[in-house]
């Protein structure tokens, strides 16, 4: 599971920039949702070997009269649903009242909680930061987001608790990934050892997301049968998840229910029960996410950013169009028309046209998640991934940079699930898009892979 980073402070202090620098390098979709989480922003986020989430909570102005209230409602779900709360104060600045105000609130929380002095470049540091002791909280980091500086050490002691219990959770000795690319390939080459690829045997994990009342209940409570009374007493905070294992066709699925929480709780207001981190974590853990989208409201801003969030997860897609039913021919092609225009960026996923409330529909969902797993965890040998690569070649030859023709020498798989096509050759990184973009395509044919994207990482040399 993916630890959760909470970017906490008052406006100006640095909140952004360090949200940004610890998303960009993953080339991050970022999640805005109005009206859902108000300013809070979530990225997927990487710093040296550790993925993490990283909410930036939007400005707290503690200036403001009722800091609580303002903290309650702004921050206060962002911070439960934390792992750890980077808490953001201004070196050049000083301490003001309102870092006073957010600095007591966040002792009452239980929480790992990690001051940050942000801003500390061209400055003498250690003075600067000393009057921040008084906030109670223990160490001061000192870090330059601008700049980058102390950010990555900073991210490696804020995610040192979570490692290590995750470490003891699984009983793993090490967890610290050794990202030296060719002991990885090596690795991958091997592969039987692949966690993931064990098509047959391995339950589906498949995570039903989507915004709220898009019918994702609806469906779910259809897919398991009508009669089947569904009582979530599983313990755990909003974040979590329910887990229902079922079968289908002598098939294991496990479905990942985003939806369930919410219905046990009964929570009055939907804009609180909609927890992005939820559903950011049911992606990660999935193998298939099947997400689902309301024909009657057209695909909106939050539905393509969980779409963003899957495709950078790298997770096979599967798209259900719900309450397809009572709909006019007119207003179906309309409907038609606008998803094409929306979602033609993701041209490898099946799309659906169901009725989760009448269950038309519902059970060709299964064909396509099976062929998206299938998809994603298929095995192809060296000699092909090079052919294809060849074909590829002398069907359209790459461009010539700086005088150079970029060749291609060696292809082999990375990894699966999704599948990774490893390509060595001369000045590969220097490709325009567009022409990885076509290979891309061209694997994707040759293999007749659907429903996951194919990743393709460049190697320079041999
Ligand atoms: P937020 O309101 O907390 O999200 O703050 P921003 O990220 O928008 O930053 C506020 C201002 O501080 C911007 O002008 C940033 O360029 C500047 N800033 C952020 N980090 C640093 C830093 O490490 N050093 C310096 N000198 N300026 C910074
Ligand atoms: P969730 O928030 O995504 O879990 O959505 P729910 O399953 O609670 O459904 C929200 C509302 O949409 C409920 O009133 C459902 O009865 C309705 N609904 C769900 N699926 C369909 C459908 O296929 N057709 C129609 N017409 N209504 C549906």
Redesign the pocket.
Same mark, same amino acid.
Request: aromatic share 4%; glycine share 16%.
């Given at each position: 599971m993916l630890p959760v980073i909470a970017l906490v #402070?008052r406006?100006?202090?640095? *909140? %952004?920039? $360090?949200?940004n620098r610890l998303t960009r390098t993953r080339d991050a979709l970022v999640a805005d949702f109005p009206g859902l989480t108000r300013d809070r922003k979530y990225g997927q986020a990487r710093s040296d070997d550790y993925e993490f989430i990283v909410v930036?909570t939007g #400005?707290i102005d503690g200036s403001e009269t009722g800091i609580e209230v303002e903290m309650a409602e702004q921050s206060l779900l962002a911070i439960e649903e934390a792992d750890v709360v980077l808490f $953001?104060v201004d070196a050049?600045a000083g301490m003001t009242v309102a870092d006073q105000a957010i600095a007591d609130h966040l002792r009452k929380q239980d929480k790992t909680i990690l001051l940050v002095a942000? *801003?500390?470049?061209?400055i003498d540091a250690d003075s600067h930061c000393a009057e921040f002791y008084q906030l109670s909280l223990g160490e001061v980091f000192h870090?330059?987001? %601008?700049?980058g500086r102390g950010v990555t050490s900073l991210i490696e002691i804020a995610l040192q608790p979570v490692i290590e219990e995750y470490n003891k959770l699984h009983g793993i000795e090490v967890n610290v990934l050794d990202e030296n690319d060719d002991e990885f390939s090596e690795i991958y080459e091997n592969d039987e050892d692949l966690e993931d690829y064990n098509p047959e045997d391995k339950p589906i994990k498949l995570a039903i997301i989507g915004r709220p009342n898009v019918g994702k209940s609806t469906l779910t409570n259809r897919i398991l049968g009508e009669d089947r009374v569904i009582v979530y007493d599983a313990p755990g905070t909003t974040r979590d998840s329910v887990y229902i294992p079922m079968t289908r066709n002598d098939r294991e699925y496990i479905l990942i229910d985003t939806a369930g929480v919410r219905k046990r709780k009964k929570v009055s207001d939907v804009v609180e029960k909609f927890s992005v981190i939820k559903t950011l974590k049911a992606i990660e853990d999935a193998n298939v996410v099947l997400i689902v989208v309301d024909a009657r409201e057209g695909i909106s801003d939050q539905d393509l950013s969980l779409l963003g969030f899957t495709l950078n997860a790298g997770r096979s897609l599967v798209i259900a169009v719900n309450k397809w039913d009572g709909l006019d021919d007119y207003v179906k092609d309309r409907i038609k028309t606008e998803l094409d225009r929306r979602l033609g960026f993701i041209d490898f996923a099946r799309i659906h046209f169901i009725s989760a409330l009448h269950g038309t529909g519902v059970g060709h969902l299964f064909e396509s998640v099976d062929e998206a797993y299938k998809s994603a965890t298929k095995r192809v040998s060296t000699s092909m991934l090079r052919r294809i690569m060849d074909m590829a070649q002398s069907d359209h030859q790459p461009p010539m940079v700086s005088g150079r023709r970029v060749k291609f020498k060696y292809a082999h798989a990375g990894g699966y699930n999704p599948p990774i096509i490893v390509i060595h050759g001369n000045q590969v990184h220097k490709l325009p898009t567009s022409y990885k973009r076509y290979l891309m395509n061209y694997y994707r044919k040759a293999l007749n892979v659907m429903g996951t994207p194919i990743k393709i990482e460049f190697r320079e040399g041999d």
């Open positions: #402070g406006p100006n202090v640095g *909140k %952004s920039t $360090l949200f930036d #400005g $953001l050049r942000n *801003k500390t470049d061209g870090i330059a987001a %601008s700049h």
